[in-house]
Structure formats: structure tokens, C-alpha cells
């Protein structure tokens, strides 16, 4: 392993120690969606990654927007419909329902769609934004700025969960490219690992298939390089 490669693992496992198995097991899930939910978000937003551990623990598969700073897709879309720049926003095509804020996102998710309480690393709210605003501080460059890409024609896939610090790699690689993406969560203990071990062939994450190209992996270096040979506008991985 090179230097760069031991502080990137480095930082992204104590991004996820500041937020420790949260996000990494599945809690009961009464329902999933029929159409998949939206969530627009940039990975290193803290309001973001509750979120996102929010819909892990529920082992949910939402189409995932990247709305990283600078970028051009898709935060022009939240300010159209939501009224204002602020992340994470959700939309539930199933029930009509749309919002911002993270609390009332986490909230909403397990009414909805779990056993209608959430567990407290996500129920206290003070506890859950200064833990994650610990972890952002970790990756602070990591999943903030937009880098010129061109989009693909199908969604790209992405099995994760939210806690590992490999996934996190792969996440903001998507993130700083916008790439959306259909995020495929398997913490553990999730009733929908079967399904992934027998797409994937192993219980490993991420992994990472693009339908445009035929490409599936797992490694998330291999996954950051792929992304952007793939779809950064001459710009390699850093």
C-alpha cells in the first residue's frame, strides 16, 4: 500500500470511528418502496450522512443525486422544487412526500418504513450532528467539489453500507463526479444480503457494476480510478 492509498484508508476509517456502527446494521424494515426514493446529498455534508445512515439502517435502495459544491446537475433541481439550496432533500415518489432536514427525513424513513422508531444514535439529535460533523472534519475535501464529467445513460449501481470506510471511497468518488447513482445498502443482519452474494458472488463491499460499459468491482481504489478514467473530463483520480 502507498502513502496516498494508507491516509486515504487512514482517514476514512476515522471518519467512520466518529460515527462507530452506525449506519453498519440493518433495523426492522416493515415495507420497502415500490418506487425507489430520491436523496439528494454530497457525501462529506454531516446532515447528509444522517441521512444516509438512516436509509442503511434500513437497508432501503434509494436513486442517490449527488449535489456536490459547484456542481450543475441536480442542485438547480432542489432549489426548483424545494425552494432553497439545502441538503439532504428527500422525495418519496410513493407517497408524494418531499423535504429537507435530516431529523425530519430520519423521522419520516422509520414512520414510513420501519418499525416507526429510530434508534438513538440518529434520535438524538445533538449527539448525531456533532458526531458527524467530527467525521466530515476527517475528509474535509473528500465529496465537496464538483468535477467536470459527462453523465452516463443508465444509473450506475453501487452495493454499500454506510459505516465502512471503503464504501465511503467509492461514495465520494461518485459524489465529486455527479454521477447518479441507485445505492444498493447490505449492512448486516440485512434481509437482502442473500440477493447481493448471489449477484456479487462474495459479501464484500463496495462493489460497484456499471451497466454503460458492462464494468463490475469491488476494490474502491480501483473503483475511484475507474469512475474517472470512465467519466471525469480529463482529469484523473487524485
Not at 436513486?63 to 432533500?89: A, T
Not at 423535504?99 to 429510530?118: H, N
Request: charged fraction near 25%; hydrophobic fraction near 35%; include cysteine.
Amino acid at each position: 500500500m502507498n502513502l496516498a492509498r494508507f491516509l486515504d484508508v487512514t482517514t476514512a476509517t476515522a471518519a467512520s470511528a466518529a460515527r462507530p456502527n452506525f449506519g453498519n446494521v440493518h433495523y426492522e424494515r416493515r415495507k420497502s418502496p415500490v418506487q425507489p426514493l430520491e436523496l439528494y446529498e454530497f457525501e462529506v455534508c454531516p446532515y447528509c450522512r444522517i441521512a444516509r445512515e438512516a436509509v442503511s439502517a434500513l437497508s432501503l435502495d434509494p436513486v442517490v443525486y449527488p449535489c456536490p459544491k459547484g456542481g450543475k446537475l441536480f442542485r438547480e433541481k432542489v432549489k426548483r422544487e424545494g425552494g432553497r439550496y439545502q441538503f439532504p432533500y428527500l422525495v418519496d415518489p410513493n407517497t408524494g412526500i418531499s423535504m429537507y432536514e435530516s431529523a425530519d427525513i430520519v423521522e419520516y424513513l422509520f414512520r414510513e418504513y420501519g418499525d416507526g422508531a429510530a434508534p438513538w444514535f440518529l434520535r438524538q439529535r445533538a449527539f448525531a450532528v456533532t458526531t458527524s460533523m467530527i467525521a466530515s472534519a476527517f475528509r474535509p475535501s473528500r465529496g465537496r467539489h464538483a468535477v467536470r464529467s459527462r453523465q452516463p445513460e443508465k444509473l450506475l449501481e453501487l452495493y454499500s453500507y454506510e459505516g465502512s470506510p471503503f464504501c465511503r471511497i467509492a461514495r465520494e468518488a461518485l459524489c465529486e463526479l455527479e454521477l447518479p447513482y441507485r445505492l444498493h445498502n447490505v449492512p448486516r443482519r440485512s434481509p437482502d444480503r442473500g440477493d447481493y452474494v448471489s449477484i456479487s458472488g462474495k459479501m464484500q463491499v463496495p462493489y460497484l457494476r456499471d451497466p454503460n460499459t458492462g464494468a463490475q468491482m469491488f476494490e474502491s481504489a480501483e473503483i475511484r480510478r475507474y469512475l474517472y478514467a470512465t467519466y471525469a473530463d480529463g482529469r484523473a483520480a487524485a
